[in-house]
């Protein structure tokens, strides 16, 4: 992995206290550059040079289909959106030539920095696709908004759109990661049923940029990627960890998504 990322940032105590006090107040940690111009060169060719599926979805923030048997149609539990965005899942990205998306994810340098941050000992998930995968968003496609399954996402951003495309945030705003937690069910009835302007003011926005590194706590943070404008795809890598050691997505989340087209009919290649 030479060459790829800035390794010795992740050694500075600076930049960890920085970093653990941005989580902690702001709900992302940033690190602008930490992905060299030779390391996204890399990393997008290996990832354009695999399969990917085009994934069309109807589902709840959760990324499931709700539970009408303990709450209402019209309750925001059961609130359902359209979705669609283009997945590499790491089924394909494991046939890569070098494999170099899931080097950095299996690195240590890496899981050991974000445990610093945290504060907590972190796992690497355990899912065959959801662990890590690859993303493009186009003008055409329908990101939602959404909590994850697994503790903490970390976003490896390697292509840019001409315009859009902002990392939006509600931070820190379940205390749990449970599909009943009263204070998610809250704010999708604020941001997805009322959309209020008063409401705005809860959103954080961050514009990436080729080359950073986002990470934040994807469970407690009610999330989505701006629609995009212009013929360029935002292009990111995706790794989550969890403080579970043998965590893996629900089945419910799994059926929900199609981040491998291995798993699903209808191949496309770029």
């Given at each position: 992995?030479?060459?790829?990322?800035?390794?010795f940032?992740?050694?500075?105590?600076?930049?960890?206290e920085a970093?653990?006090?941005?989580?902690?107040?702001?709900?992302v940690?940033?690190?602008?550059?930490?992905?060299?111009?030779?390391?996204?060169?890399?990393?997008?060719?290996?990832i354009?040079?695999?399969?990917?599926n085009?994934?069309?979805?109807?589902?709840?923030?959760?990324q499931?289909?709700?539970?009408?048997?303990?709450?209402?149609?019209?309750h925001?539990r059961?609130?359902?959106?359209?979705?669609s965005?283009?997945?590499?899942?790491?089924?394909?990205?494991?046939?890569a030539?070098?494999?170099q998306?899931?080097?950095?994810?299996?690195?240590?340098?890496?899981?050991?920095?974000?445990?610093?941050?945290?504060?907590?000992?972190?796992?690497?998930?355990?899912?065959?696709?959801?662990?890590?995968?690859?993303?493009?968003?186009?003008?055409?496609?329908?990101?939602?908004?959404?909590?994850?399954?697994?503790?903490?996402?970390?976003?490896?951003?390697?292509?840019?759109?001409?315009?859009?495309?902002?990392f939006?945030?509600?931070?820190?705003?379940?205390?749990?990661?449970?599909?009943?937690?009263?204070?998610?069910?809250?704010?999708?009835?604020?941001?997805?049923?009322?959309?209020?302007?008063?409401?705005?003011?809860?959103?954080?926005?961050?514009?990436?940029?080729?080359?950073?590194?986002?990470?934040?706590?994807?469970?407690?943070?009610?999330?989505?990627?701006?629609?995009?404008?212009?013929?360029?795809?935002?292009?990111?890598?995706?790794?989550?960890?969890?403080?579970?050691?043998?965590?893996?997505?629900?089945?419910?989340?799994?059926?929900?998504?199609?981040?491998?087209?291995?798993?699903?009919?209808?191949?496309?290649?770029?």
């Open positions: 992995m030479s060459g790829i990322v800035d390794w940032i992740l050694d500075d105590p600076s930049t960890i970093c653990r006090n941005s989580l902690k107040d702001d709900g940690m940033l690190l602008s550059n930490f992905i060299t111009p030779t390391g996204i060169a890399c990393l997008k060719e290996e354009l040079s695999c399969p990917h085009e994934s069309t979805q109807h589902y709840t923030p959760y499931d289909q709700g539970d009408f048997v303990n709450y209402p149609a019209s925001p059961n609130y359902k959106l359209h979705s965005a283009s997945f590499v899942g790491r089924k394909s990205l494991e046939t030539a070098k494999v998306c899931i080097s950095m994810y299996n690195d240590e340098r890496v899981i050991n920095f974000l445990s610093k941050v945290t504060g907590h000992k972190l796992y690497r998930s355990k899912d065959e696709n959801g662990s890590v995968y690859s993303y493009r968003i186009t003008s055409s496609h329908n990101p939602p908004w959404h909590f994850e399954e697994s503790h903490n996402t970390m976003i490896l951003y390697l292509q840019s759109s001409e315009s859009g495309g902002e939006e945030y509600v931070p820190w705003c379940r205390p749990t990661r449970s599909v009943d937690d009263e204070d998610g069910h809250d704010i999708i009835q604020k941001i997805l049923i009322e959309k209020n302007s008063d409401n705005d003011a809860l959103i954080q926005r961050v514009q990436p940029h080729d080359g950073m590194l986002l990470f934040f706590a994807g469970a407690q943070t009610f999330h989505r990627a701006a629609p995009i404008e212009g013929n360029t795809a935002r292009i990111g890598l995706v790794f989550t960890f969890s403080e579970n050691e043998v965590f893996r997505n629900s089945d419910n989340v799994k059926s929900s998504n199609q981040w491998d087209p291995s798993d699903f009919n209808g191949l496309d290649n770029v």
